[in-house]
């Protein structure tokens, strides 16, 4: 059974951090490019960070860069991703996303994780 399940997310005041992290399972993890999107109330989902297979390139949102990091461990089957400096224009459900650009391709989604930065 194939799964990306998201963690980590909360409520935490401006300026604070966390760390979201993405188990998956049922799928072969390092052939995967592998991604975290967002998305908040009447907004269309956004693309915040990705990370290339098996380890490779990273790419930011303009609106994330010096502020998050995405990272994966491929004999853990998990991509994690370190937020600081949160601000309430953060807030949103972020989802994991994993995207085979082999043949066959493939991707998924996870069930997300709220985030919400208040004080």
């Known amino acids: 059974q194939i799964q990306l399940v998201e963690s980590g997310g909360g409520l935490v005041q401006p300026g604070g951090s966390l760390r979201l992290s993405c188990a998956a399972s049922?799928?072969?993890?390092?052939?995967?490019?592998m991604s975290w999107y967002r998305q908040a109330p009447g907004k269309e989902r956004e693309l915040v960070a990705s990370i290339a297979r098996p380890v490779g390139s990273t790419d930011y949102a303009d609106s994330v860069k010096g502020r998050f990091t995405i990272s994966r461990d491929n004999a853990k089957n998990t991509v994690s991703l370190q937020m600081n400096n949160l601000q309430p224009e953060d807030t949103a459900v972020y989802y994991c996303?994993?995207?085979?650009?082999?043949?066959?391709?493939?991707?998924?989604w996870g069930q997300g994780t709220q985030v919400t930065v208040s004080s």
């Open positions: 049922g799928f072969t993890f390092s052939q995967y490019k």
């Open positions: 996303y994993a995207l085979r650009l082999l043949v066959p391709y493939r991707r998924y």
